[in-house]
């Protein structure tokens, strides 16, 4: 037991910090329906990329349909090797039939797998809500904005991924 002290020192941890990131690059991808809540994760995410020292030309906005969608356009983006993250931000909202589900469930196995293969950070910002009211709340009325929050996850994700990509540079 004399040792554990000496040996907690030397552990290394390496965590994200949400500082700025002005080499990062960027990527929404954002599904339009449901605009109306959807165009406040949007303004929530840039106004914390722009905040966090991301340059504007370094951040790009692709539009598409719905939720549905953002798998395949997010895949698109990972291929070209071109963002640091990509962020995915729309809002599916629980109605009378089972299409919420299948919408919510592929939608978010799609983008882990995209992060995953692409061996980048897809931060999954669609709001996947039981009523509208759920979803304004989240979208920055009483529970935060999604969309900041996505935005910072995303920060943080690439200060971490850049540590560990220089564990091996001190040797």
């Known amino acids: 037991m004399t040792h554990l002290p000496n040996q907690l020192a030397q552990v290394q941890h390496l965590h994200g910090e949400l500082h700025t990131q002005s080499h990062a ?29 991301v340059a504007g030309h370094n951040i790009t906005v692709v539009r598409v349909p719905g939720a549905w969608e953002i798998p395949l356009a997010t895949a698109r983006l990972a291929q070209t090797d071109k963002f640091d993250a ?57 529970a935060g904005n999604k969309g900041s929050e996505a935005a910072a996850v995303a920060l943080e994700m690439i200060g971490v991924l850049d540590q560990i990509d220089a564990l091996g540079d001190d040797e």
């Open 86 to 142: 990509i962020i995915a931000l729309g809002a599916v909202i629980r109605g009378s039939t089972p299409h919420f589900d299948y919408v919510a469930g592929e939608s978010a196995k799609g983008l882990g797998a995209i992060g995953l293969d692409y061996d980048l950070p897809v931060i999954n910002g669609i709001l996947t809500t039981d009523s509208i009211e759920q979803a304004i709340e989240r979208a920055g009325t009483k």
């Open 25 to 53: 690059r960027v990527a929404l991808v954002v599904g339009r329906f449901n605009s109306f809540v959807v165009e406040s994760l949007v303004n929530g995410a840039l106004d914390t990329l722009l905040r966090h020292g």
